[in-house]
């Protein structure tokens, strides 16, 4: 198990590298501040950093093998992330015919359902103020054009 930690860790400092390479092609910034350049320039020096320390990290500690934790999470873990995934390719699959609206109202109404939240008042509030609210602040006052879908809601 150790070996696959390290040979992760420096599989993550290579792509690091190879993301901070291409980050040279674009403007680190332009006349309205930061360009295209600048978020991926710090995420790949970022996880390169992190990835770096994780693998001098499993060098230092996990000899013999103890400190060595399990990659794969228990049985209501693995639930919870494929729940999560599971939603997120509905959203990506429902988002341009029924809108961002509905869409978003159902994925924050059910998805936090899901993971054992049980407070019905609050996943209410919440689906109704994460979907029509951030739809309402994006699309009228920041003018971020979002799907509407097939019945206009």
């Known amino acids: 198990m150790r070996k696959a930690w390290q040979y992760m860790s420096l599989l993550f400092v290579g792509l690091s590298i190879l993301v901070l390479v291409h980050t040279f092609a ?56 494929l729940m999560i995934l599971v939603s997120l390719s509905a959203v990506v699959g429902l988002l341009d015919f029924l809108g961002f609206r509905l869409v978003m109202l159902l994925f924050l109404f059910f998805l936090p359902w899901g993971l054992g939240l049980r407070r019905w008042l609050g996943i209410i509030i919440f689906a109704l103020l994460g979907s029509f609210g951030v739809f309402h602040v994006f699309y009228y006052w920041l003018k971020v054009p979002l799907p509407i879908g097939v019945w206009g809601i």
């Open 26 to 81: 674009y403007p680190y910034h332009d006349r309205l501040g930061p360009g295209p350049g600048f978020f991926p320039f710090w995420m790949a020096l970022i996880m390169g950093g992190l990835s770096g320390g994780l693998f001098f990290q499993t060098l230092r500690t996990m000899k013999g093998g103890e400190g060595i934790s399990v990659l794969l999470p228990d049985r209501e873990g693995l639930f919870r992330v």
